[in-house]
């Protein structure tokens, strides 16, 4: 079945770069996500990527998908403060027989961020 | 804000209590989802509509009972609950019954005691 993980825990200085990583193991995705979740609130949909493609750049989030080795990966470029909050790594598969796409969702990195 | 909005955002309910979550979603989307957040465990999906039929019913427990009067609204009731249910309930959104993108709402913490 389809498995997502994520290390669990991130800890960078304020202005440095951060890289989360994320592994999937099902070759039919169709999308990839990125979800940030604050302290007490629900997902925010940062970014996602279509299966076809290797990068996505908005802004100071850069995506990397290598799709032969099942891997993804978010870059925050000039981290700041506000970045500190849990960020998931899901991926959306076909399902056979069912009518929608289904996620799937890693554990979740917690990314703090130091003065 | 993300277009999709649940209510309430805390509840505390004992374990003989009927309570309901309620989502709603301004998106226009016609497929509505819910989720359960416990700590140390990846997002579970309990329930999928799309146009207003369930879809996916992921082995839920009958205490849970899902309803979807419209596109727009979602609820759930919640009836003799045990303190393991006790977590995070998401409710989400999308276009389409293909569930690509999904919008997510602030959440329900819910406190059974």
């Known amino acids: 079945g389809e498995d997502v993980e994520q290390s669990l825990f991130l800890s960078v200085r304020e202005g440095d770069s951060s890289v989360i990583n994320c592994t999937y193991t099902?070759?039919?995705?169709?999308?990839l996500y990125w979800y940030k979740q604050e302290p007490g609130a629900g997902l925010q949909l940062l970014t996602y990527?279509?299966?076809?493609?290797d990068m996505k750049q908005d802004q100071r989030l850069t995506v990397l998908l290598n799709k032969k080795d099942k891997h993804l990966s978010l870059r925050i470029a000039d981290t700041q403060t506000g970045d500190s909050a849990i960020y998931f790594c899901?991926?959306?598969?076909?399902?056979?027989?069912?009518?929608?796409?289904?996620?799937?969702f890693g554990q979740g990195t917690i990314l703090t961020v130091h003065p | 804000e993300t277009g999709v909005t649940q209510t309430p955002r805390h509840l505390v309910m004992g374990m003989t209590n009927k309570k309901s979550l309620k989502c709603e979603q301004h998106?226009?989307?016609?497929?509505m989802y819910w989720y359960k957040q416990s700590a140390k465990k990846p997002l579970e999906l309990m329930f999928v509509?799309?146009?207003?039929?369930?879809?996916e019913n992921n082995s839920v427990p009958s205490r849970f009972s899902p309803e979807c009067p419209n596109s727009s609204h979602l609820f759930l009731h919640l009836h003799t609950l045990q303190p393991e249910d006790s977590a995070l309930y998401l409710c989400?959104?999308?276009?389409?019954?293909?569930?690509?993108?999904?919008?997510f709402g602030a959440g329900t913490r819910l406190s059974v005691l």
């Open positions: 989400a959104s999308s276009q389409d019954s293909k569930g690509n993108i999904q919008y």
């Open positions: 099902d070759s039919s995705s169709t999308y």
């Open positions: 990527i279509f299966s076809n493609m």
């Open positions: 899901a991926e959306s598969t076909r399902a056979g027989g069912t009518s929608y796409g289904k996620l799937t």
């Open positions: 998106l226009g989307h016609n497929a």
């Open positions: 509509y799309n146009f207003k039929e369930q879809t």
